[in-house]
């Protein structure tokens, strides 16, 4: 089978360097040899080896020192050396300086090559790896939580503030704002994004689960623990904790999370052993927490060191320019995850969309889009396509069910409906009409020297809301 990779000999014996470079190039690789480390180096930036493969013991600069140089300047490059028997303890002293693998001589080219498919190997995991993590970070950037409105560009530049830092960092807002994309945001652009970013909703568990959860355990400590378990505090050792919904733990828990930030220390349930980590916290909350202290319910003291850093996130309803773009966003997603061929929402459905005022803020809009993406027949969003309650009382076409009324009746019916889905707000009805308000005041004072039952409701909810944006 023919294989692929560059590989460069080194070897200050002839014969045996045009040897193994001959039996390489026979099984398919490209190769290129060097009588010395210097030499070596000077091949090197110019043929970019996948692998080098160095005798130990050469005149000059040795191979201990040829992979200490050729790591530095490439990690990614895989080192393989060839030692006689008797100099094993230098071949070891070559892997710590990097290298992956050691042969003796005479090598054996069958044991060769398994070893250089492994080294290869484990450089495509690398690169995979680094390819993913990569896409991580570009999926959670703040460039690409989607927005573009002033809240969310005040959002971003204080991501990009407090990233690089140590700073615990409490991000507040209501459910669905998008505050775990932030804190991720956050880890994958700061010293630490190479660790774990390890996130624990707590709100979902019972105090006794928490603590556990939080700290771990030892084997004994509680019904059920059957051996030792390592909390979250341990797992995200290095890089950083996400406490989703912080504001609902118990006061002992709050005890135990105050020590931690203070000390950075804890001890499993059950325990006795002081241990230390080092994680940096991001917590969230849809509570207020200066309230929640105020009332007695959280501690002051770990609000202020939870609050170092704030990160306020908007509802989605203060940031309304925001919704064709995330929207949008959304409709790509899940358009090629479901094959179909939909690029954009009819007028109607955009005026729908954004006279709405999505109390389940970005969560709900992606749960509507994905909802409207699988309903969709046709080449765009349409209004049926969407949830009810985003579309009250509209019949697919947007119009009223009414054969062979007049154009007044459809009006009136038109003006009606709107006013009742904005819950009274003319400047709103104005809006999705493409009238003026105006307009709609004037329609209803002549509506009410007529009146039906269902005009004076809709009347009522309307000067009730005139005020209404």
């Not at 140590?166 to 932030?182: C, D, M």
Request: charged share 25%.
């Amino acid at each position: 089978m023919a294989r692929t990779g560059r590989i460069l000999v080194v070897d200050d014996e002839a014969n045996a360097r045009t040897a193994l470079a001959e039996l390489l190039r026979d099984e398919g690789y490209e190769v290129e040899t060097a009588a010395d480390a210097f030499k070596a180096l000077g091949k090197f930036e110019s043929f970019s080896p996948h692998v080098v493969i160095t005798d130990l013991k050469m005149p000059g600069m040795d191979g201990i020192d040829l992979v200490k140089k050729v790591r530095a300047a490439d990690e990614s490059v895989g080192v393989i050396v060839m030692t006689a028997f008797g100099a094993v303890e230098s071949a070891i002293e070559a892997m710590r300086a990097g290298a992956a693998e050691y042969l003796t001589k005479p090598v054996n080219f069958d044991e060769l090559l398994v070893v250089m498919t492994k080294v290869l190997e484990q450089q495509e995991l690398r690169r995979e790896t680094r390819q993913l993590r990569q896409r991580i970070r570009d999926r959670v950037a703040p460039g690409n939580i989607v927005g573009q409105s002033p809240p969310m560009q005040r959002v971003f530049e204080v991501v990009d503030q407090v990233a690089p830092s140590r700073a615990t960092v409490l991000i507040t807002g209501e459910s669905g704002t998008g505050k775990e994309l932030v804190a991720n945001a956050i880890h994958q652009r700061s010293p630490r994004a190479s660790g774990p970013f390890v996130k624990l909703h707590c709100a979902a568990l019972a105090e006794s689960l928490l603590e556990s959860e939080l700290f771990g355990h030892e084997k004994g400590s509680f019904t059920g623990a059957m051996a030792r378990k390592d909390g979250r505090f341990s797992l995200a050792d290095g890089g950083t904790l996400f406490l989703d919904e912080i504001g609902e733990i118990s006061p002992a828990i709050q005890v135990k999370l105050l020590r931690f930030l203070q000390e950075h220390e804890f001890e499993r349930v059950g325990g006795t052993q002081t241990l230390k980590v080092d994680v940096r916290v991001i917590a969230a909350t849809n509570r207020k927490l200066e309230e929640e202290v105020a009332k007695g319910r959280f501690r002051e003291d770990l609000y202020y060191r939870l609050n170092v850093v704030a990160i306020e996130m908007p509802p989605l309803r203060d940031r309304r320019s925001d919704v064709p773009v995330l929207a949008k966003f959304f409709l790509d997603r899940y358009a090629k995850e479901n094959g179909k061929e939909l690029a954009t929402f009819s007028p109607q459905t955009m005026e729908l969309m954004m006279a709405y005022d999505w109390p389940g803020n970005v969560r709900e809009l992606e749960n509507a889009v994905e909802r409207a993406v699988v309903l969709a027949t046709g080449s765009q969003i349409e209004p049926a396509n969407l949830p009810a309650n985003i579309r009250p009382r509209f019949t697919p076409q947007g119009m009223p069910p009414i054969p062979g009324s007049t154009l007044v009746e459809l009006e009136r019916y038109a003006i009606m409906e709107t006013l009742k889905a904005t819950g009274g707000s003319t400047s709103k009805a104005a809006e999705m009409l493409g009238i003026s308000v105006r307009t709609i005041q004037y329609r209803m004072h002549q509506y009410n020297e007529a009146p039906r039952s269902d005009v004076s409701v809709v009347s009522k909810q309307a000067r009730q809301g005139s005020g209404k944006s």
